[in-house]
C-alpha cells in the first residue's frame, strides 16, 4: 500500500540556516511526488511537484527512487516560510494523492 | 486564477440532522474535485473523487451513502453528511483539478469545519 512518512513534526530552524524537511515514501508504482504548503490561516496549496524540477521560492526537492525519498531543501531559510509542509504521493498520474502527516516549520529570528 | 470556495466555512449542528457543503471552483471548470477529510493534528485524507456527471468514487472505508457527493455541474460538487454524529465532526477539505489531464495540479479550498453536538 502507499505511504507517505514526514518524520518530523517540527522542525525549528534560525533564519538563515539551510532547511531540510523529510519525505520518504512506499508505492510500488511510479510515484509523483509533491510538497504542498500551508501558511497559517491560508489553505493548502502546491509548492512544487518533481515532475517540474523546478525552485519555488527557494526551495527544491530531488526524488531520489533508491532512497523512496522526496525531500524538500532550502538553503537559506526566512522567516516567511514559517508553514506547515505536506509532502502528497500523487498515484494514476497524480489522480490520488496521499498526504505524509506535515511538518511544522518554524524559523527564528 | 484557479480559485476554490467553501460555503460553510464553519458549522455546527445537532446529532442526527444532515449536513450539506459546497465546493466552488470560481475561475475554472473542473471535471473532477476531491474530498479530504483531516482530524486534528492529523494529515488529510482522502474520502472520495467526485466526477462531473457520474457516481463519485469512494474510499475504501468511506460510507457512500452517509457522506453523499453529487458533482451536476463544472464548478460544483457537495458533499452531504447525512445524520450527522459527533464522531463526524472535522475538518472537510475540497479540491478541483484544473483540466483533464491526471497530472494537473489540484487546487484547494479553504475547508470547512464541521462540528456535530
Known amino acids: 500500500a502507499q505511504r507517505v512518512t514526514q518524520p518530523e513534526k517540527l522542525l525549528s530552524v534560525f533564519k538563515g540556516a539551510p532547511v531540510e524537511l523529510k519525505c520518504n515514501y512506499s508505492?510500488?508504482?511510479?510515484?509523483?511526488l509533491f510538497w504542498y504548503v500551508q501558511y497559517s490561516r491560508q489553505r493548502l496549496q502546491l509548492l512544487l511537484r518533481?515532475?517540474s524540477r523546478e525552485s519555488i521560492k527557494g526551495f527544491t526537492a530531488d526524488l531520489n527512487k533508491g532512497e523512496t525519498s522526496f525531500h524538500l531543501k532550502k538553503p537559506f531559510a526566512q522567516e516567511e516560510d514559517s508553514a506547515m509542509y505536506y509532502c502528497?504521493?500523487?498515484?494514476?498520474?497524480?489522480?490520488?494523492?496521499?498526504f505524509g502527516t506535515g511538518t511544522q516549520l518554524k524559523v527564528e529570528l | 486564477g484557479a480559485v476554490v470556495s467553501q460555503h460553510p466555512s464553519r458549522v455546527i449542528c445537532k446529532s442526527g440532522t444532515s449536513v450539506k457543503i459546497e465546493c466552488r471552483s470560481l475561475d475554472f471548470q473542473a471535471t473532477t474535485m476531491f474530498w479530504y477529510r483531516q482530524f486534528p493534528k492529523q494529515s488529510l485524507m482522502l474520502m472520495a473523487t467526485?466526477?462531473?456527471?457520474?457516481?463519485?468514487?469512494?474510499e475504501q472505508g468511506v460510507e457512500k451513502d452517509k457522506f453523499l457527493i453529487n458533482h451536476a455541474s463544472l464548478t460544483l460538487s457537495t458533499l452531504t453528511v447525512t445524520s450527522a454524529h459527533p464522531e463526524d465532526s472535522s475538518f472537510y477539505i475540497c479540491?478541483?483539478?484544473?483540466?483533464?489531464?491526471?497530472?494537473?495540479?489540484?487546487?484547494f479550498g479553504p475547508g470547512t469545519r464541521l462540528t456535530v453536538l
Open positions: 467526485s466526477n462531473e456527471g457520474s457516481k463519485a468514487t469512494y
Open positions: 479540491s478541483a483539478r484544473l483540466g483533464g489531464v491526471s497530472t494537473d495540479t489540484q487546487y
Open positions: 502528497a504521493l500523487g498515484q494514476g498520474g497524480g489522480n490520488k494523492l496521499t
Open positions: 518533481h515532475i
Open positions: 508505492y510500488s508504482g511510479s510515484p509523483e
